[in-house]
């Protein structure tokens, strides 16, 4: 093999429902890639979420903290489940466990990158994309400075605020550009101006960084009329940046646009080559523990976890491909069979590392 071989902590936070079944998928698929390219990557389990509430009493425990920091990059699967999502944020297993975790390593970019991977099966008639949503991951309305519910003279009331600073825009707005400018030199910036105030401030500072990315042509969409004209001309789109809970909506929608959730990976990153990588899919307690959670999005992650934090951009294509080829294969999981025959999430696991296998020897031949 023409590379140089490398060693690489990975911090493996497989969490709750789905999440340990498709990460250790995604981990099947890394051993391939370390054993093909004879890289040496080391896989160390933490907990986080309900699993840690249930363990440690705690959804970040102080060890996975640890984890976090000697790590050179985290696998996280995910978290929630009825019994623990009503509880008060530091108890609860978003809050106080994944979202804390982003917050305090300061993974405030967070990228979804939309792909079609089914040509021709988007619920979409003609849909065909490749859009990168640029997620504001550390501010916004899901880290409100001021957040309550209280009972007052016997009304009870509930506040976020949507809170952010002009540095804090301005980080993701760069980073958007760069990206954009790297593609198709097209950005879409999300917000809602016409109303809220941190909504000006994010497209007055779009504006500032635009100047700097001539490159680049800018449009602004209101996040109600973004919705629409996702499903109305999902192809016009490329890079969009956006505000934290707008992101969470809008990559969703992207995720229903390519076909399913358990198709869309996603980088959490920050100026060095740290990173948080896991699907944007939940926990799906729907079909926990039944073999049926398509890995595919978990596999992807970890494609994402070699390009962008150890550098192995060729490793992290060959996995790519090993998807893309499975999928146009016909070997499907159950979400996205189509009616047809399908396979659980451990075959799914099996055709991919069988294809990258395949792969990898015939790089090896060449
Ligand atoms: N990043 C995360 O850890 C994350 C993200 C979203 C929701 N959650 C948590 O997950 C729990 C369930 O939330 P939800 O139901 O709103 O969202 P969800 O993403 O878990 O599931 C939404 C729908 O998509 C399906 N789905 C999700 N992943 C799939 C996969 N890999 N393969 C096939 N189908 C898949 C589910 O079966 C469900 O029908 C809640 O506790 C929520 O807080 C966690
Ligand atoms: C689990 C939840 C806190 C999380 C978020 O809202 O960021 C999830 O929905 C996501 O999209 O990563
Ligand atoms: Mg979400």
């Known amino acids: 093999m023409p590379h140089a071989s490398r060693d690489f902590r990975i911090g493996v936070l497989a969490?709750?429902?789905?999440?340990?079944?498709?990460?250790?998928?995604?981990?099947?698929?890394?051993?391939?890639?370390?054993?093909?390219?004879?890289?040496?990557?080391?896989?160390?389990?933490?907990?986080?979420?309900?699993?840690?509430?249930?363990?440690?009493?705690?959804?970040?425990?102080?060890?996975?903290?640890?984890?976090?920091?000697?790590?050179?990059?985290?696998?996280?699967?995910?978290?929630?489940?009825?019994?623990?999502?009503?509880?008060?944020?530091?108890?609860?297993?978003?809050l106080g466990g994944l979202l804390r975790l982003r917050r305090k390593l300061d993974l405030y970019a967070n990228l979804r990158p939309g792909l079609t991977l089914l040509p021709g099966e988007s619920p979409i008639r003609g849909a065909d994309v490749d859009i990168l949503l640029v997620r504001e991951a550390t501010a916004g309305l899901y880290f409100s400075p001021e957040r309550d519910r209280v009972v007052k003279d016997g009304v009870e009331s509930a506040w976020d605020t949507m809170h952010y600073t002009a540095d804090e825009v301005r980080r993701i707005a760069v980073v958007a550009f760069e990206l954009a400018s790297a593609r198709s030199r097209r950005l879409t910036s999300v917000d809602k101006a016409n109303v809220l105030e941190a909504s000006k401030l994010w497209r007055d500072v779009v504006i500032e960084v635009a100047r700097d990315f001539p490159d680049v042509e800018l449009e602004h969409l209101y996040v109600d009329?973004?919705?629409?004209?996702?499903?109305?001309?999902?192809?016009?789109?490329?890079?969009?940046?956006?505000?934290?809970?707008?992101?969470?909506?809008?990559?969703?929608?992207?995720?229903?646009?390519?076909?399913?959730?358990?198709?869309?990976?996603?980088?959490?990153?920050?100026?060095?080559?740290?990173?948080?990588?896991?699907?944007?899919?939940?926990a799906?307690?729907?079909?926990?523990?039944?073999?049926?959670?398509?890995?595919?999005a978990a596999i992807l992650s970890a494609a994402m976890l070699l390009r962008h934090s150890a550098e192995l951009e060729d490793e992290a294509e060959c996995i790519e491909r090993a998807v893309s080829a499975v999928l146009a294969g016909g070997i499907r999981t159950a979400d996205v069979a189509r009616g047809g025959p399908a396979v659980g999430t451990v075959g799914f696991g099996d055709a991919v590392v069988a294809e990258l296998e395949g792969i990898i020897a015939s790089i090896a031949l060449s």
Not at 64 to 71: K, Q
Not at 75 to 88: A, C, R, T
Not at 284 to 296: H, M
């Open 15 to 94: 969490g709750d429902g789905v999440g340990p079944e498709v990460t250790r998928e995604a981990v099947r698929v890394l051993e391939t890639i370390a054993k093909g390219f004879g890289h040496s990557f080391t896989f160390t389990e933490g907990l986080l979420g309900g699993c840690a509430i249930e363990a440690k009493g705690t959804p970040l425990p102080a060890e996975t903290w640890e984890l976090c920091e000697s790590s050179d990059a985290l696998l996280v699967g995910s978290v929630g489940g009825e019994q623990w999502d009503s509880l008060p944020a530091d108890m609860n297993p978003g």
């Open 225 to 282: 009329n973004c919705a629409m004209q996702l499903v109305l001309r999902p192809n016009d789109f490329d890079v969009i940046v956006t505000e934290n809970l707008f992101g969470d909506i809008l990559s969703d929608e992207i995720a229903g646009i390519i076909g399913s959730l358990g198709l869309l990976p996603s980088a959490s990153l920050r100026s060095d080559k740290f990173g948080l990588y896991e699907p944007v899919h939940g």
């Open 284 to 296: 799906a307690p729907d079909i926990a523990g039944r073999d049926l959670a398509n890995p595919a």
